[in-house]
């Protein structure tokens, strides 16, 4: 079983997708693969520096995330070349990984937790969505707490996402995280013993 998970800044996301892999769910971090997608080698690599130029190369040969960020950040076109390069190998570096715990758990759950599941349209061929949601004042307070930046930075992060009603018309199933952890990771308990059974019957 292959479910994506997803949410907004400071949703909680990540926060239930370690636990989710306490409950022996194998998770795969986008994230990580996105650092991956950049090493020297690859075909992401040699186009974003063919796109965005030699000065994005940082000096030991990988690509200066700070120096292309100041690039492409507020250019909705350099976004959309940069996403269009680097979208595809971090799906294709998932599909490599979910395939590899398939191998070796076929009866397994694998979790894709990626920010830009429902962006970058990775939803499509999964078994479920789950969205983490929280209200957004709530975020912006949890994102000042742990990233140190002002309100207004938060909020224009938040403004330029999906909205939560837009993921959560994307999603099959919706955790609500504006509360405490404890009744976050309950409402994961009841999915998890609702996929477990699902499995079984199958």
Partial sequence: ???????????????????????GAHVIDADRLGHRAYEPGTGAHRA?????????RAPDGTIDRKALG???FGDPAQLQRLTD???????????????????????????????????AGWQDGLDETWVVVVDPATAVERAM???????????????????????????????HNSGTEAEMTA????QWARIAGTRKAS
């Fill in 187 to 190: 409402q994961l308990d009841t």
């Fill in 85 to 119: 390069i680097v979208w595809p190998e971090i799906r294709r570096l998932a599909q490599e990984d979910i395939a590899s715990a398939q191998a070796a758990d076929p009866d397994g759950v694998v979790f894709l937790e990626a920010a830009v599941l429902l962006e």
């Fill in 145 to 175: 707490a742990r990233d140190g930046v002002d309100a207004a930075a938060v909020q224009s992060r938040i403004d330029a996402q999906l909205s939560n009603e837009e993921r959560m018309a994307e999603a099959t199933v919706v955790v």
């Fill in 70 to 72: 100041g690039k492409v």
């Fill in 1 to 23: 079983m292959i479910i994506g998970l997803t949410g907004g800044i400071a949703s909680g996301k990540s926060t239930a997708a370690r636990y989710l892999a306490s409950l």
């Fill in 48 to 56: 974003v520096l063919e796109t965005f130029g030699p000065d994005v």
